[in-house]
């Protein structure tokens, strides 16, 4: 298949610019001809920016003279899920309550990006308020696996992963609470990064779950996965959970090209029994055994809470996620519904009405296991379990740099296959949430081996902030 | 175990209205979910600490100063605003919720 | 009902003295137009986070270390979550299980009223009835707010209005807050119960939308009949939250919620746990503005003033520190200066129903009309009639007395004539003075007074007749 524009790298596409092979428009032109051919098919855009993308990169085309001290994100178009606020534009997350609102700021993200000279091309499809793990639960109807179309694009940042998998975008951010970065990437055959939890700020992404939500990355290749993150993240002020490190701003050149003799990377068994499907078992192996040679130590590791994951992971983020969307009250902005005659009915017909199915369960489940008289049994509890998760990870820190896990059990499924069933889809979760729990960063990269024609996904987990090594690992396993 | 009568205080509490399918079919799956929840029941807690934060920082302060250049034109992007204020269409009785 | 003892506790929740609000940098200002002071954060909008105030969390410690609190060195934020129009995010943030000081006290008239706890927390905005609709103004929605709990100590309505005030005063004092009621800086929140001495703790009730002290004590003192009443008659008083109507003056139940009753207190996942260091402590301990009860103890022995007329003094900090202003200029008259301000001043303060401030007369002013009459330059009575002018016109009191023509002259010539004139007038006086009754020479004082219009000192007409009289 021969590759157009829209298909390359950033980095790729960076070369040509400077060697003037193409312009700042033909890549632009690129993306949207190949938005006219399958966003039809795929459903992963809400929000489509053309006009403004293509003025833009005719500015660029006429002003820039000079590559030297210009971002390499310059003139590349992204696509930015539709949870995070562009200034201007309509941020729906993928929700009735909000299809009418327009974001009256910029994300601290959208602002690096804009700074970066980045063309911002559209909002991406997602499952609604980013709870679900299909893309299926969106009021503007399922995302589609480029892949084959009968099948999910993975959730909840599907429609990023899908655009940047068929090339409607050159690259994408979206947000990871439990695995909704990595796992539409695994799905679509992208890369998807989950950085450390503190290092990406959250101002401006619609919350969630606060203490697990992270902006992630979404690009072909982990260099590109790399430079999004070096310009996006880093410490913010207004957001009292990011952290401030003292790295040198192009760390991940430098890391992106090294060897890996000197790491040891941990097998965790728990990862690999009963309920993950032989062959993307054998995919993800076989991605071991190639890269076992070339590294310091490949061993076998143990992380024994595994099993109580999707149970802590559920009931924090449907805790929180019923906290934050409180705010959704009909008295300020979103869907207000109509004929109604006491405060009460404004309430309950507005969220009623203005929120999906998923979205209602979480918030009522959230609120149980915060109420008084069950707080301790539920939310308290999970919040111990998951004191108990990150200690499994800095056990087996002390022995190994990174972990090596499949990033899915399964390769995409089919549309419908799972939504009538809420815990069937949970529980699918089961190799991305753990990451999230503790906090630590997380990437998915495609392996070289297909199931059916289907990507699989490998995903590579790091110690907190400790990206670099992560990166190290994905890159070399990428040049398989 | 989620029983009816919790499930439509939980519903009052989050001010969401459920037709009468909705309240059937969430009834079901519910439960099940609280049921799976149920194996964290076998784990030993007592000594365990809570994690609300995996960042261990504390938290930052931000010095009294107030916004040199506020954006003005706020107001004006809200829907529901008559007098420079929102409103809500009901008449709010000081002393009860309805 | 004698039988029956009060136990009163009281919540205060008071707004602090900083220029931005707790959570984002909107300005803290009074009397601006309607929704003209708000930010994303502030409304709530989707995808904003909270950024701590620093001088919030300062203020909040000098109270605590003012009312002997023990300052927690990790304390967290909370979400306490509840609908209502005025609160935008669904939930507020506050604090729970760790608040930012804890078992404290204060004294109040000898009597020890333990303090529970003190917290940071965010106030919610503003709602107002029009027509059929309800308007809501958020730029009150994220000030910050010190909520300071008591044990129920307080056994009586008089008791509570006493540690209200005290509370008041040392907010003042260490400018954490205005405290002004009226302006609904400050509110009080009391609960009570009652019991048979010797008897346990009793189901308690609490009062709320209560906007002034007597109202306090009014609403307390109907509600302690009220609840004996029922006891007395073998009825259970029910727990609940009632509000006080100040025509009717009874207490009534306020709707009761019982689902808003279950707030879902969680730690504030946006917010990482306040660290307070001792070395921060030591600091703003070192740097506390001197207490009301500090400050009376060095008016009555270091500058020698009548414990009474301190106590007033004392009794509004921007009087307290008025006066030290002006004693800045007159050091050597610390009771002139008392008695004047507490005579002249303070009346027409509580008639005006203005602040010292507001007076709109400088210190230096004061203390310049009081050393004029010091130095002999006016007497005492001008001195009044000069402040009169002072308070309309607030000119200097030197070009006052300048354009009035009443400073008192020295002018020994006129003096010695008009005395001449008074004693000429007055022989059958000046007989009886010669004839041994000296007691009528205030009455010729008086006449040269009357003569000069005051424009002599009394003592020099007194000293000059004195010497015509025996000369």
Redesign the interface.
Same mark, same amino acid.
């Given at each position: 298949m021969t590759r157009e524009l829209c298909d390359l790298s950033i980095i790729e596409l960076r070369n040509l610019l400077e060697k003037r092979k193409v312009s700042f428009s033909d890549i632009t032109n690129s993306v949207v001809k190949r938005i006219n051919e399958k966003e039809k098919t795929i459903n992963g855009y809400i929000s489509l920016f053309i006009e403004q993308a293509q003025e833009l990169a005719q500015k660029l085309d006429k002003e820039v003279k000079d590559f030297n001290n210009l971002s390499i994100l310059c003139g590349i178009p992204i696509a930015i899920k539709d949870n995070?606020?562009v200034k201007d534009a309509l941020?729906t997350?993928a929700s009735k309550i909000?299809s009418?609102?327009?974001? @009256?700021?910029d994300?601290t993200v959208i602002r690096r990006l804009k700074e970066n000279g980045a063309i911002i091309i559209g909002k991406t499809n997602l499952d609604e308020f980013a709870m679900g793990s299909s893309s299926e639960m969106s009021f503007y109807g399922a995302v589609s696996n480029p892949h084959n179309p009968e099948l999910v694009a993975g959730g909840s940042s599907g429609g990023s992963a899908a655009v940047v998998a068929y090339g409607g975008a050159i690259c994408a951010l979206g947000s990871d609470t439990g695995g909704s970065v990595r796992q539409p990437a695994s799905f679509c055959g992208v890369v998807g990064l989950k950085p450390t939890?503190?290092r990406v700020s959250?101002?401006?992404?619609?919350?969630f779950a606060?203490?697990l939500d992270q902006i992630g990355q979404i690009a072909r290749t982990v260099k590109d996965c790399a430079i999004l993150l070096s310009v996006v993240g880093g410490w913010d002020?207004?957001?009292?959970?990011s952290?401030k490190l003292p790295e040198a701003a192009d760390w991940w050149i430098k890391a992106i090209e090294s060897d890996i003799n000197d790491i040891k990377i941990g097998i965790p068994k728990e990862y690999f029994v009963s309920g993950l499907d032989p062959d993307v078992g054998k995919a993800v192996t076989n991605m071991i055994k190639a890269i076992t040679p070339h590294c310091k130590e490949v061993k076998e590791v143990s992380l024994p809470?595994t *099993?109580?994951a999707?149970?802590?992971y559920?009931?924090i983020n449907m805790? $929180?996620a019923?906290?934050n969307?409180?705010?959704y009250?009909a008295?300020?902005?979103g869907y207000?519904a109509k004929d109604?005659?006491?405060?009460?009915e404004?309430? $309950?017909?507005s969220?009623? $009405?203005g929120?999906g $199915?998923e979205v209602?369960?979480r918030?009522?489940?959230g609120?149980?296991a915060?109420?008084?008289g069950y707080?301790e049994e539920?939310?308290?509890?999970? *919040?111990?379990?998951?004191?108990?998760i990150?200690n499994d990870f800095d056990n087996v820190f002390k022995e190994v740099s990174v972990l090596i896990t499949p990033t899915s059990p399964t390769c995409a499924f089919r549309k419908g296959e799972k939504i009538t069933d @809420?815990?069937k889809m949970?529980l699918s979760d089961i190799y991305t949430v753990p990451a999230s729990?503790?906090?630590l960063p997380a990437i998915s990269i495609p392996c070289k081996d297909r199931v059916q024609g289907l990507p699989v996904g490998l995903q590579i987990i790091g110690k907190p902030f400790d990206e670099k090594t992560v990166l190290r690992v994905a890159a070399w396993l990428e040049r398989l | 175990m989620?029983e009816q009568k919790?499930?439509e205080r939980?519903?009052r509490?989050? =001010?969401?209205?459920?037709?009468e399918t909705?309240l059937e079919l969430?009834g079901s799956?519910?439960a =099940?979910?609280?049921d799976?929840?149920q194996?964290? =029941?076998s784990?030993s807690?007592s000594n365990?600490?809570?994690?609300?934060?995996?960042?261990e920082?504390t938290?930052?302060r931000?010095p009294d100063q107030k916004n040199p250049s506020p954006?003005n034109?706020?107001l004006a992007?809200?829907?529901?605003v008559k007098f420079d204020q929102?409103f809500?269409?009901?008449i709010?009785d000081a002393l009860s919720?309805? | 009902m004698m039988e029956f003892e009060p136990i009163i506790g009281v919540e205060v929740h008071c707004q602090l003295k900083t220029e931005s609000k707790l959570f984002c940098s909107c300005p803290v200002e009074y009397g601006a137009p309607p929704n003209s002071l708000v930010c994303?954060v502030c %409304?709530? %909008?989707?995808? &904003? %986070?909270? &950024?701590?105030n620093n001088r919030a969390v300062e203020l909040a410690i000098r109270l605590g270390l003012a009312t002997n609190c023990s300052i927690t060195e990790y304390s967290r934020f909370a979400?306490k979550?509840y609908?209502y129009?005025d609160l935008?995010?669904?939930?507020q943030i506050t604090q729970y299980q760790e608040p930012l000081a804890h078992s404290g006290y204060l004294i109040v008239n000898g009597e020890k009223i333990r303090i529970k706890r003190i917290i940071l927390e965010e106030d919610s905005g503003k709602s107002m009835h029009c027509g059929n609709e309800t308007l809501?103004d958020f730029n009150r929605c994220g000030i910050p707010l010190i909520e300071i709990v008591t044990e129920p100590d307080i056994r009586s309505p008089r008791q509570a209005v006493e540690y209200l005030r005290h509370l008041r005063l040392i907010l003042q004092y260490l400018e954490v807050s205005d405290a002004d009621m009226e302006k609904g800086h400050f509110r009080c929140e009391p609960n009570i119960s009652v019991r048979r001495k010797g008897a346990s703790i009793g189901t308690r009730t609490e009062l709320k939308n209560l906007n002034s002290l007597r109202n306090v004590r009014d609403a307390l003192e109907y509600e302690i009949k009220r609840q004996s009443e029922i006891l007395s008659k073998g009825g259970e008083v029910r727990q609940e939250t009632l509000y006080w109507d100040e025509t009717k003056m009874v207490t009534g139940p306020m709707r009761s919620k019982e689902e808003s009753?279950?707030?879902?207190?969680?730690p504030e996942?946006? %917010?990482?746990p306040l660290l307070i260091t001792q070395e921060e402590i030591a600091r703003i301990k070192k740097e506390l503005p001197i207490l009301p009860e500090k400050r009376k103890q060095y008016f009555i022995q270091k500058l020698g003033l009548k414990p009474a007329d301190a106590e007033i003094l004392i009794s509004e900090k921007s009087l307290a520190d008025y006066y030290e202003e002006c004693l800045k200029h007159i050091p050597d008259m610390p009771q002139p200066l008392a008695n004047w301000i507490i005579t002249e001043i303070f009346g027409i303060l509580n008639e005006k129903k203005i602040t010292i401030n507001e007076l709109g007369i400088k210190p230096p002013s004061i203390a310049k009309l009081l050393s004029m009459v010091r130095n002999g330059e006016i007497t005492g009575k001008v001195a009044k009639e000069v402040f009169t002018v002072m308070v309309k016109t607030k000119d200097e009191p030197d070009k006052i007395v300048a354009e009035l023509g009443v400073g008192i002259v020295d002018d020994e010539n006129l003096l010695n004539s008009i005395v001449d004139e008074v004693l000429k007038t007055n022989l059958e006086v000046v007989e009886k003075y010669k004839r041994g009754k000296t007691t009528v020479i205030s009455f010729l004082v008086g006449e040269v007074m009357k003569k000069t219009k005051g424009k002599f000192l009394p003592q020099k007409v007194n000293k000059i007749i004195l010497q015509k009289l025996q000369g």
């Open positions: 995070i606020l941020i997350c909000l009418n609102f327009i974001a @009256p700021y994300a939890y503190g959250r101002f401006g992404l619609v919350a606060s203490s002020s207004a957001d009292s959970t952290v809470h *099993q109580y999707i149970s802590a559920y009931l805790a $929180e019923s906290s969307l409180a705010r009250d008295v300020k902005y207000r109604c005659k006491t405060l009460r404004l309430y $309950e017909k969220r009623g $009405e929120f $199915e209602k369960r918030i009522i489940l609120a149980y915060l109420s008084k707080y539920y939310y308290g509890t999970a *919040q111990k379990v998951r004191t108990l990150r @809420p815990l949970y729990l503790a906090g | 989620l919790e499930l939980l519903i509490l989050t =001010k969401i209205g459920l037709s909705e969430f799956q519910l =099940k979910i609280v799976y929840f194996n964290l =029941k784990l807690l365990v600490e809570p994690t609300s934060h995996v960042v920082i938290c930052p931000r954006d034109t706020l992007k809200m829907p529901w929102f809500v269409p009901i709010l919720e309805e | 994303p %409304l709530g %909008l989707p995808g &904003v %986070l909270p &950024v701590l979400r979550h609908f129009p935008p995010k669904g939930y809501i009753e279950d707030y879902r207190y969680f996942p946006d %917010l990482p």
